[in-house]
């Protein structure tokens, strides 16, 4: 049988370059990996809701699927929330039950955000933004016309990248947007495809931006509410693709039903 297809998707502020060390590894083990930019990772007209967020998602997913591919997605951190909206409906189980081939056959998120349907990121962070960043005029998450963007202070690098050589971390933070809507963190999820995908989780224990007691309540969360998920950890910052190269490959194989 085939390898399944891997699509990942970058975090907030994140572009697709920051996996550009995992993806030559997994195609040299034989899969096809597509990414993509998310709509919300911008400087100018930044989306209000999630919805053009989940388009993008949708549309790189269906290419994976293409002519009926079984396809494995991966998530790091708020586009869980994406994740998590987008894939209703995208199950090879659910698909099959249409008469269509080919589908999402399980999920993997890295240190990523999980909420069930109605719930937003800035419900799940539950209080202010953190001090590595900033929301234009607002001390909450409560907007008013002129707040569009979140933008990342100078100390947001030491916060995604702690476990990075300082080089390494000044060059990792050159790539990434300094600014993202903020609209997509008060948006709600309009779904929770975890309930019905098989998924897999990656707590990085040592990361500052979503510490891992967050990550152990989403993950339990999911299993309460019927989800069908396993948890590995890692001794990693919120950056696994970064610091922990090898591990997360292996990881993402896993995923994909290796025992690699």
């Known amino acids: 049988m085939s390898q399944p297809q891997i699509v990942l998707f970058p975090g907030a502020w994140h572009l697709p370059t920051c996996f550009s060390l995992i993806i030559p590894k997994l195609e040299a083990a034989g899969y096809t990996v597509l990414t993509t930019q998310l709509p919300s990772v911008t400087d100018k007209d930044p989306p209000k809701d999630l919805s053009a967020d989940i388009a993008t998602a949708r549309?790189?997913?269906?290419?994976?699927?293409?002519?009926?591919?079984?396809?494995?997605?991966?998530?790091?951190?708020?586009?869980?929330?994406?994740?998590?909206?987008?894939l209703v409906g995208y199950s090879k189980k659910e698909r099959e039950e249409k008469g269509q081939k080919g589908g999402v056959v399980s999920c993997g998120y890295m240190c990523a955000f999980m909420a069930p349907e109605g719930v937003s990121?800035?419900?799940?962070?539950?209080?202010?933004?953190?001090?590595?960043?900033?929301?234009?005029?607002?001390?909450?998450?409560?907007?008013?016309?002129?707040?569009?963007?979140?933008?990342?202070?100078?100390?947001?690098?030491?916060?995604?990248?702690?476990?990075?050589?300082?080089?390494?971390?000044?060059?990792?933070?050159?790539?990434?947007?300094?600014?993202?809507?903020?609209h997509s963190f008060v948006a709600k999820a309009?779904?929770?495809?975890?309930?019905?995908?098989?998924?897999?989780?990656?707590?990085c224990e040592n990361d500052l931006a979503i510490p891992v007691a967050g990550q152990e309540a989403m993950t339990a969360m999911v299993k309460n509410m019927g989800g069908e998920l396993w948890t590995e950890r890692l001794k990693s910052s919120h950056s696994p693709f970064l610091g922990h190269v090898d591990e997360t490959v292996a990881w993402i194989r896993r995923v994909a039903g290796e025992d690699a």
């Open 59 to 86: 549309a790189i997913v269906d290419k994976a699927i293409g002519s009926g591919n079984d396809v494995i997605v991966v998530c790091h951190s708020w586009s869980g929330i994406v994740v998590g909206s987008a």
């Open 121 to 182: 990121l800035a419900e799940s962070i539950q209080g202010p933004p953190p001090t590595w960043w900033t929301v234009e005029a607002s001390e909450l998450f409560t907007l008013t016309a002129g707040e569009h963007f979140a933008r990342l202070t100078d100390s947001a690098g030491a916060t995604f990248y702690n476990d990075l050589p300082d080089a390494h971390r000044t060059q990792w933070f050159d790539k990434v947007s300094r600014t993202h809507s903020v």
């Open 190 to 203: 309009t779904g929770a495809s975890w309930k019905q995908i098989p998924t897999h989780y990656l707590i």
